[in-house]
């Protein structure tokens, strides 16, 4: 089976990504949902330090 680069989504469609400020090192970054503005969104870096931080 092969894989597309950069795909991801649901029926092998491309997976929409929407741009985003991370709330810790300030970034722009792309993330898969669009950003509410009611809770903070983090850059892939800074949420990995965060899940291996709360462990």
Known sequence: ????QGGGGFGG???EMFKAVCADCQK????????S??????????????KDSSR
């Not at 503005?37 to 965060?50: D, H, I, L, S, T």
């Open 37 to 50: 503005g009611n809770r903070p969104v983090y850059c892939k870096e800074c949420f990995a330090k965060r």
């Open 1 to 4: 089976m092969a894989f597309q």
């Open 13 to 15: 469609r491309p997976r």
């Open 28 to 35: 722009e970054c792309e993330v898969p949902f669009r950003p």
